[in-house]
């Protein structure tokens, strides 16, 4: 059973630094995983992911600012975020999926087949 559990969430003022991090279980090295977030009355959107092989790809918005990384042995996913923004503020996803034939691209556009339950993030102004 593949389980994603993040933490590191919280309120930030706007320039401001978060690190969020997911911890998963059921899962192996091959897997692709990502940061999804999700604004109040807005629809969810890929923010960074990165692939089996280490390929990354990021919501164009986030480039520059945000850092996805993971450590294979400890099953671990990170998120750095830098230079935060009000329009930041959302609920942000971990997400794993086992399917090897896609890259990261492909997953920031059409999501991932596991999720958590999340960990909100509020930028003020």
């Known amino acids: 059973e593949v389980e994603l559990a993040e933490s590191g969430g919280g309120s930030v003022q706007s320039a401001g630094s978060l690190k969020l991090s997911c911890t998963a279980s059921?899962?192996?090295?091959?897997?692709?995983m990502g940061w999804f977030r999700q604004a109040p009355g807005k629809e969810r959107e890929g923010v960074a992911v990165?692939?089996?092989?280490?390929?990354?790809a990021y919501l164009d918005t986030v480039k520059d600012r945000f850092t996805i990384s993971r450590d294979n042995k400890e099953n671990i996913l990170t998120l750095q975020m830098n230079r935060l923004r009000p329009e930041d503020t959302a609920m942000y996803y971990c997400?794993?999926?086992?399917?090897?034939?896609?890259?990261?691209?492909?997953?920031?556009?059409?999501?991932?087949?596991?999720g958590g339950k999340g960990t909100l993030v509020t930028v003020s102004s």
């Open positions: 990165i692939d089996r092989n280490g390929r990354t």
């Open positions: 059921g899962i192996d090295s091959t897997y692709a």
């Open positions: 997400a794993a999926d086992p399917r090897r034939y896609y890259g990261s691209n492909y997953y920031l556009d059409h999501g991932m087949n596991y």
